[in-house]
């Protein structure tokens, strides 16, 4: 699949983590801080910090999503609302161990058309090469990668199992907000070669046409 011409500037989206507080989540990565030591995790519309500090950890979907409202010009809910809803529709999953799963794709999606009128699909089997083809017209990718993309020097032990927005291109390098970036440079309009994501990318994610 060819990238299209004429796609246009993108539009840069507001930044949100999946942590409140953006210049605190390298501490709270490496235990350096603990999450609910967050001084603006209430910001997040969590009950408490017990149950921030155990949320978290998993909203780097609901910080993409929302992300994605904000460069479509609507108001995100807070992070703790949305995941609440999308956990009524089955977006998140709570087992009876009480680890959670998700964010689960399909719901999300749905929610996406359904709650804004945006055009959302789950799209799998997706190569790296592909993506900016998807960027066309201020198209956006919300794509499963590794965390450690956050420092691409690294080599990754798994692809997947991480949600980052992809929004644009520049110099053949895909441009994204990391909802668990280690600093402002990892977090805002990171920049990596395709074939550098692709060491991280699992092949899948949530398409947002422009």
């Known amino acids: 699949m060819a990238a299209r011409a004429g796609a246009g500037p993108a539009v840069i989206p507001p930044y949100f983590g999946q942590w409140e507080s953006a210049d605190c989540i390298a501490d709270i990565i490496t235990g350096t801080l603990k999450a609910e030591e967050d001084p603006l995790w209430a910001a997040s519309g969590a009950r408490d910090a017990a149950e921030y500090a155990e949320w978290a950890d998993h909203l780097c979907g609901v910080a993409c999503l929302r ?10 809910p807070r992070a703790f609302d949305l995941a609440r809803e999308l956990t009524g529709r089955g977006g998140y999953v709570v087992r009876p161990d009480g680890s959670i799963r998700g964010l689960i794709y399909a719901p999300a999606a749905t929610w996406l058309r359904e709650a804004h009128g945006i055009a959302a699909e789950v799209r799998v089997d997706v190569p790296a090469e592909d993506i900016p083809s998807l960027l066309a017209d201020r198209g956006m990718f919300i794509a499963s990668v590794h965390p450690a993309v956050r420092r691409p020097e690294t080599e990754p032990p798994a692809r997947g199992g991480h949600l980052v927005l992809v929004f644009g291109t520049a110099e053949e390098k895909l441009r994204f907000h990391n909802p668990s970036g280690h600093d402002a440079a990892s977090q805002t309009d990171a920049r990596l070669a395709v074939d550098a994501f692709a060491r991280f990318y699992a092949g899948r994610g949530i398409w947002l046409p422009g």
């Open 67 to 76: 992300m994605a409202l904000g460069a479509r010009g609507i108001a995100p």
